[in-house]
Structures are given as C-alpha cells and as structure tokens.
C-alpha cells in the first residue's frame, strides 16, 4: 500500500511556457499532499502544502502566483509552473499523506523539469 | 530555530555495520522519519520512531532519544545496492516534515 504516482517523470519545456506535474495517490486517499524541489546534491525543499479542497500554504520566498497548486481530490494534486525560466530547472517530488500510516509521507518519483 | 543535523558523507565496507547519527532541534516533535534516496530518484520510506527506544526492520534499525534529541539508523550486513543518501526528518507542531540535508553513504566492495 501507500503508492504515490506522478506525471510527467520527464519534461523539456522552452522558457516562458506553462508545465503541469500531477500527484496521485493510488490505494489511499491523501489527507495532505506535499510538493518539493530539489537540487542536485542538496537536500528537499519544501515549496508548499495542500489540502483537498482548500488553498496550498506556501513556504516563505516561494511565489504563490509562478508554482500553481491544485488539490482537486483526496487523491490528486496538480502543480503548474507558469512561465518557466531556466532557474526553474529542478527537481520536483510530491509527496502524500495519510493518517492510516501514521503520519507518514510517501513520495511519488519525481519529476525532473528542464527549462531551455 | 529549527534545526537538524547529520553527516554529510559516510563510506563503508561491503559486509559491514554503519551507523548514521542525527541531531535535531525543533518547535514540536511528531515522529522522526528516516528515508533512502538513491541518486535520480524520489525518497523512499525506511522507518519512524515516535517513542524512546529501538525499532528493527531486517537490516534496518533506527533508535530514538527525545530528551536528548538525537537518532540513529543502522545499517547492518552492507550491500553495494545500500549507497544511496538518508535523510533523517522531524515531524514539527505542523503538517510538515523538516530535513536534514542527508547523509551520502558510499559502500565499496
């Protein structure tokens, strides 16, 4: 049990336009969902927390209006980078909660974003 | 301050017993969360301690002291396939988890 799955597990994209990552829980539902960045050889950077239903809270210097955060189920999360600059170029992981488990979060694999 | 800290590489023998330590400070204290991440790839759950003591899982135990604020994983009968980085996490008074920056561990042969 406790499969989080996401998609894309890879994107190219050109600066300046929109990409989509999706977080699925697949044999539990997610009280909450999680999305990280990460660069190479440091460690996850929390960008925001999301509630089914409720609007994502986001870390301090994490710019709510760039980093789109959708949690349109228990089961699904949706982040869309707007306007992609090279910077943005990271890795990002969701992850999901769930109580059954006590408390812990599993991670979906990734979703490794290159901006030209 | 919240803050937590382990070492940031390790190198150990194939057959061996390592032991990564990992202090923490934090506002609250809802679990301490051990993960593997191999290179590339996402996190993966390895265990959680919210009560003093040892918790053995095969080649995987990981220890706990609250009043000191320090944990430990241990790593026993090291395979090649164990490198790979662990990263020690504390569950604060929210919903999140904080994370130590990890620590890379390299078994050679």
């Known amino acids: 049990g406790a499969v989080v799955s996401q998609h894309p597990s890879r994107v190219i994209c050109k600066s300046g336009t929109s990409v989509k990552i999706e977080c699925r829980s697949l044999?539990?539902?997610?009280?909450?969902m999680f999305w990280y960045r990460q660069f190479p050889k440091q460690s996850l950077m929390l960008m925001a927390t999301?509630?089914?239903?409720?609007?994502?809270?986001?870390e301090q210097g994490v710019e709510k209006d760039k980093f789109l955060i959708n949690h349109a189920s228990l089961t699904l999360s949706t982040l869309t980078v707007t306007s992609a600059h090279p910077e943005d170029s990271s890795f990002y992981i969701c992850?999901?909660?769930?109580?059954?488990?006590?408390?812990?979060?599993?991670f979906g694999p990734g979703t490794r974003l290159t901006v030209l | 301050g919240q803050n937590i800290d382990q070492p940031t590489e390790m190198t150990a023998t194939e057959g061996a017993i390592v032991q990564i330590n990992c202090t923490y400070q934090?506002?609250?204290?809802?679990?301490l969360f051990w993960y593997q991440q191999h290179a590339g790839e996402a996190p993966t759950f390895l265990s959680y301690?919210?009560?003093?003591g040892l918790e053995e899982k095969g080649r995987f135990s990981s220890f706990l002291s609250r009043s000191k604020g320090y944990s430990y994983l241990l790593l026993k009968e090291l395979q090649m396939k164990d490198s790979a980085s662990y990263l020690c996490?504390?569950?604060?008074?929210?919903?999140?988890?904080?994370f130590g920056t990890g620590t890379r561990l390299q078994v050679f042969p």
């Open positions: 992850s999901a909660r769930t109580r059954r488990f006590t408390d812990t979060q599993y």
């Open positions: 044999d539990f539902q997610a009280t909450t």
């Open positions: 999301s509630n089914e239903g409720s609007k994502a809270t986001y």
């Open positions: 934090t506002s609250g204290f809802n679990g």
């Open positions: 301690n919210v009560l003093d």
């Open positions: 996490a504390v569950g604060g008074r929210t919903d999140k988890l904080i």
